[in-house]
Every structure is written in C-alpha cells, then in structure tokens.
C-alpha cells in the first residue's frame, strides 16, 4: 500500500518558472490537503479538496492553483515561482473530515532562486 | 478553530516516560485534541486523539484535564526514534482542516 505518494522530492526553479507538485494517494480518500513548511514553523494550509470537482482555499493560497479531477490525485501548480515560495510542501488526505486522521506525504523541497 | 499552547522544546532521557503539554484554554464542547508527530525529514503522523476521557494506543496515551482546558501527551518508555516535533491540534468533530502551531521539538537522550 503506497499511502500517499508526492513527486519530485527536490525540486529548483528560477523566478518566474512555472511547474505542477504531483499528489496521489491509493486509499481512496475523499479529503485531499496541501501544506507548505517553512524552516522552524508549523504547516499551514495552502488548498484543500472535500472530493472530485471540489476545491477550496486555505491560510496561504496566493500563488498557487489546484484542481481535482479525480480521487486519487490533487496536483498543485505554482504559476511564476517566487523566491517566497521556497518551502517544503506536504500533502495530505483523510477519508472524510472530522475524526478521520491525516496521511502525509513525505514531501517536495522546493528551492526557488 | 480554538489555539493551542505548546512549550517550544523539551527534552528526556531515553527509556523514561515523557510528558508533553497542551494548553487549549478556548476549547469549545465539540472540540476533538489531536496529536501528530513530525519525525526529521518526514511528514507529520497521526499519534492519537481524544474529546473527553483518556484515550491509550500502542503509540501513546492522552490525558485530558477534566475541565477539557488543557491535555498531557504521555509516551511511556521514550526511543530514540521518538525525537520529533510533537503537535497539538484541535478540530470540530465534522470540522475539515486541522490547523498546526509550531509544536513542542522533542529531544530524547541516550
């Protein structure tokens, strides 16, 4: 069972540089998340998805573009990188809200230069 | 979602129990205390959670303070591998998204 599935692991882009953050999960979650991490702080929301067609914004989404066309996956886009979107990113899925725990990803480190 | 209170940084020594504080002095009736644990270069991971009465897994238990105002993350025996960054969350039982502070960084000594 591979859980929750991020690509690439590493990734530098230049300023301006476009590019899409995969997230697939094999558990048929109907939630799907994404996070940012920045050195020394906690995870905050960037958008997050209740099921297929649906999306929704969290703490942090400027700069960043989601879709879900499926179950399985919930790419993210950043559409002209910024140095600011230097982070590492987590995804994230549960089977629904409330008390359905979160699986992570183990995450995409993103430099942008 | 109502905060929490976290110590930064704690440490203890290996194959002694650990208690990891959680102030949540705003917490509302239907609020469930969630517990993750981030390991070095990792993504967080689900440890335990809890409304009212204490809860026990194979991971850990979690005690919560009577009055719901504030909860104590128990590992029983701390591992090496246990060094983490410890977060403390609530969330409505049919809220959507947890919110994550800065955590508590465990240390744990040989």
């Known amino acids: 069972n591979a859980g929750v599935t991020q690509t690439p692991k590493f990734q530098v882009l230049k300023t301006g540089q476009s590019m899409t953050l995969q997230c697939a999960q094999d558990m048929n979650h109907e939630y799907m998340s994404w996070y940012r991490q920045d050195p020394g702080m906690g995870l905050r929301l960037i958008h997050y998805s209740v099921g297929a067609g649906i999306t929704d914004q969290g703490e942090v989404p400027n700069g960043y573009n989601v879709s879900r066309s499926t179950t399985e996956d919930f790419p993210l886009r950043l559409l002209s990188a910024a140095p600011s979107q230097t982070s590492v990113y987590f995804c994230?899925?549960?089977?629904?809200?409330?008390?359905?725990?979160?699986?992570f990803g183990n995450g995409t480190r993103l430099t942008v230069t | 979602d109502a905060k929490t209170t976290q110590p930064n940084s704690m440490e203890s020594n290996e194959e002694e129990p650990v208690h990891l504080p959680c102030n949540h002095s705003t917490i509302s009736g239907t609020d469930y205390i969630h517990w993750y644990r981030q390991l070095p270069s990792q993504g967080p991971e689900y440890v335990i959670h809890g409304l009212t009465s204490n809860v026990n897994n194979r991971m850990a238990s979690l005690a919560i303070a009577e009055d719901r105002k504030s909860s104590t993350l128990i590992l029983h025996r701390a591992t090496l591998r246990d060094a983490a960054v410890y977060y403390c969350i609530l969330r409505g039982q049919y809220g959507q998204n947890f919110v994550f502070g800065p955590g508590t960084r465990l240390s744990v000594l040989p």
């Open positions: 994230a899925s549960s089977y629904g809200t409330g008390l359905s725990p979160l699986h």
